[in-house]
């Protein structure tokens, strides 16, 4: 098990990057993303946001240096869902919602 998280680490922050890049095509949007972070031998909860191109943790610190990778743990991201924005209490900002990792890698899905 320890093996499958190592490996999916790169997967992830690329996923990450990617998210972003497409974020920043559409401002109007927001994506949190939500997974588990794995720091000695516990799993926590890992939540991101991403919007217009800028990843921001609301669980743990990140990297803002875009020549690292935004989370310095191995992470796994599980689920993603969308909003538009600007964010309010109404829950009418809730577009929808998937465990599908590349979902939102078709700019389609952002609207």
């Known amino acids: 098990m320890e ?8 997967e ?7 998210l972003e890049k497409i974020s920043s095509l559409i401002p ?3 994506l949190k993303v939500e997974g588990s972070i794995f720091k000695k031998n516990q799993t926590e ?7 217009k ?5 609301t669980t743990h610190p ?3 240096d875009l ?3 935004v989370v310095g743990n191995r992470f796994v991201l599980s689920n993603f869902k969308l909003y538009k924005a600007p964010l309010t209490e109404n829950k009418d900002n ?4 998937s465990k599908n990792s590349i979902y939102f890698f078709d700019k389609k899905n952002w609207i």
Request: aromatic residues 8%; hydrophobic residues 40%.
């Open 62 to 64: 990140i990297e803002i």
């Open 53 to 57: 191109g800028f990843s921001s943790s």
């Open 12 to 18: 992830e922050v690329n996923l990450l990057n990617n």
């Open 28 to 30: 109007n949007r927001v």
């Open 3 to 10: 093996e499958t998280h190592a490996s999916l680490k790169m």
């Open 45 to 51: 909860h890992l939540e991101i946001i991403i919007f």
């Open 67 to 69: 020549e690292k990778k």
């Open 94 to 97: 809730f577009i929808r919602e």
